[in-house]
Each structure stands twice: as structure tokens, then as C-alpha cells.
């Protein structure tokens, strides 16, 4: 991967699924996202995510950003 896309953002999607026995599928529906878009975020590919998009996640989980998104100071994705 080159230098400039490399990050140490975790996504905790798969966690946040798990725990509320939802699947990728279910919530591409209710957010309005699709299933590969939403792929991409869970799997740690995504360069971006927008304000909206990361409000609906959250609202359709029941969570928060911070329990989304975490910053990881020691390793690189």
C-alpha cells in the first residue's frame, strides 16, 4: 500500500454487528448505503465517510462515533 494511504484508523463494524445480531445486508438497508460501500468501511478500505453517512450508522446501531471509530497510535491499517 503506498506511504500517503497508509492509517491507523479501526473500524469496528464487525463487532458492533455482532453484538446487536445485525447483518451487513440489514444495515446497507436501513442506512441507505450499499452492501459493497459498507464492505469497504468494515474492512478498513475506506478513504473517507461522510458526516451523514457515519450519523445514520450510528442511529440505525444505536452507538457513537467513538464506538465506530478509534484511533490506533501504534500500528498502521
Known sequence: MPEEELHSIRIHLDRLLAERGMTLTELS???GITVVNLSVLKN???KAIRF???SRICEVLGCQPGDLI???AEGRA
Open 44 to 46: 478498513g478500505r475506506a
Open 70 to 72: 478509534t484511533h490506533d
Open 29 to 31: 438497508e436501513k442506512v
Open 52 to 54: 451523514s453517512t457515519l
